[in-house]
């Protein structure tokens, strides 16, 4: 398939595949029910106001939950944590127990899920939301953050998860 411009959609992925991502889990409760998706489209962006940024699908119920709670939290997972980085990468998953043997700990501002066991940790509220194609870019002001374990990040790169130590 080629995107607007001529640009070939698996080129794309190929060539920003390329670079070296961190992996996170952003997390909110809409309606006392938690939700929750891998990401690796986050970065900070300011230290006044201490912000931060999560691109979301405007496919997925994340989306919409995020929007809606206007609070959400971001777990940086370590390498031990690979197979929740695929456990929420994976659409369809069911709503109600996909938190089911996911040690975490409600965040002590937002109460969103912090996964136990993350390299670090952050709490936000929604500060401004910008129009991404098909993602929309969801900026974040830290109202807290923690630091966890010291073990190795997990990254993404080339299509794989890999360990960066």
């Not at 952003?26 to 999560?54: C, E, I, K, W």
Request: hydrophobic residues 40%; aromatic residues 8%; charged residues 15%.
């Amino acid at each position: 398939m080629t995107a607007p411009g001529g640009i070939d959609d698996k080129a794309f992925r190929s060539v920003l595949g390329r670079f070296a991502t961190g992996i996170t889990i952003m997390s909110t409760r809409q309606d006392g029910v938690a939700h929750a998706m891998t990401a690796n489209a986050f970065t900070s962006v300011s230290l006044d106001p201490p912000l931060v940024l999560v691109c979301v699908d405007k496919a997925v119920r994340m989306h919409d939950a995020v929007l809606a709670s206007g609070s959400w939290a971001v777990s940086v997972l370590s390498v031990g944590q690979c197979e929740l980085a695929e456990r929420f990468a994976r659409s369809g998953r069911d709503l109600y127990t996909q938190f089911d043997g996911v040690p975490t700990t409600p965040g002590p501002i937002t109460g969103c899920p912090v996964i136990s066991g993350a390299l670090s940790w952050l709490e936000c509220r929604t500060w401004a939301t910008y129009p991404g194609g098909d993602h929309t870019i969801v900026v974040g002001e830290v109202l807290a953050l923690g630091e966890g374990t010291q073990e190795s990040a997990l990254t993404y790169f080339s299509g794989k998860y890999r360990s960066v130590t």
